[in-house]
């Protein structure tokens, strides 16, 4: 069932779901005159370009190989989902934030608070299945609360990007409609921009946290250990294989990685038995890990012997 929720549904999902947020959002920003249905329509719009950068950088991440990318274009996903987190962080919460300030020292009332609110809650669950669709994709079948270490480990950087979109949406649906909420219990309409200033700020938190994810994969980063380990266990149930004497992985976008494995042997095979075992071994390693998309089988042994 998991294996349904591909990557182009989340982005495409959470695409959808930003379009209709900044179409609700702008109506009702208009009418009431609320910072806080302000920052909605910012953080629909930031979504929505993000989520776009998203589905480009998803389509051109498809490309073939070709000579000038023997590997493919699998890392592209990585620049479009930072122009992605960029516009997160210095637009959406910096102009929420700057937009609350104001309201803030400068109160206004605010006018047809309650449909703002209904829209904030709508926007909420809307949101929320998006959220849910993401958090599907990225989590699977393991336990709900490895979804830190999960999400800092996985090389779903797409799912990842729209998982911190979709969850920004409810966060700031949620915060708002409480700030709006006790506005009318109390009538100080300084709320409305300190809700604006708080969603600003978490925004801020959520983009900066993504940025760091991406910045460990530009840079190069290996598998975890868990995939590693798996790699090493599947080819050692080759027979013929004595150990594996180093292993060295290289995320290369989205479910590709690159795995190069230093083997050692058994001694007294010719170079037709070394080939099969070297095919096995690549056989069994894309069996056992999918996201082995190129695997390097080198020959080596021991310092010692």
């Known amino acids: 069932m998991d294996q349904k929720v591909t990557s182009k549904k989340v ?14 959002n702008f109506s009702i920003a208009i009418l009431s005159g609320s910072v ?31 000579k000038m990318h023997p590997f493919g274009y699998g890392t592209e996903i990585y620049f479009w989902s930072l122009l992605s987190a960029l516009v997160m962080f210095g637009l959406t919460s910096t102009l929420s934030f700057y937009f609350g300030w104001q309201r803030f020292f ?20 809307t949101n929320g299945y998006a959220l849910f669709l993401s958090y599907r994709r ?32 409810v966060s700031a649906s949620f915060l708002g409609s409480i700030a709006l909420g006790i506005y009318i219990f109390t009538g100080d309409a300084r709320l409305d921009g300190l809700g604006a200033m708080i969603i600003g700020i978490v925004l801020a938190f959520f983009a900066f946290f993504l ?15 868990e995939t590693e380990s ?21 995320h290369l976008g989205s479910e590709k990685l690159l795995v190069n494995l230093f083997v050692h042997m058994r001694s007294r095979l010719g170079t037709r038995e070394l080939e099969k075992l070297t095919d096995k071994i690549k056989d069994r390693i894309a ?5 082995a998309k190129y695997i390097q089988v080198e020959l080596d042994t021991p310092r010692n012997s």
């Open 11 to 24: 982005i495409f999902t959470s695409f959808v779901v930003d379009i209709l947020d900044v179409i609700l």
């Open 36 to 66: 806080i249905m302000l920052t909605q329509v910012l953080e629909g719009v930031s979504d929505l370009a993000s989520s776009g950068f998203l589905l480009v950088g998803f389509a051109r991440s498809r490309h073939k190989e070709d």
């Open 106 to 125: 400068h109160p206004q009332p605010i006018k047809d608070v309650n449909i703002a609110i209904i829209i904030l809650i709508i926007t909420f669950f």
């Open 138 to 169: 990225l989590i699977k079948r393991r336990p709900i609360k490895h979804i830190l270490r999960i999400f800092y480990r996985s090389s779903l950087i797409e799912t990842k990007t729209t998982f911190t979109l979709d969850l920004m949406g």
């Open 211 to 225: 940025i760091l994810g991406i910045r460990e994969l530009l840079i190069g980063k290996r598998a975890s250990l």
């Open 230 to 250: 798996k790699i090493k266990n599947a080819a050692l149930e080759i027979d013929g294989v004595k150990d594996i004497l180093d292993i060295k992985t290289l």
């Open 287 to 291: 069996l056992e890990v999918p996201s």
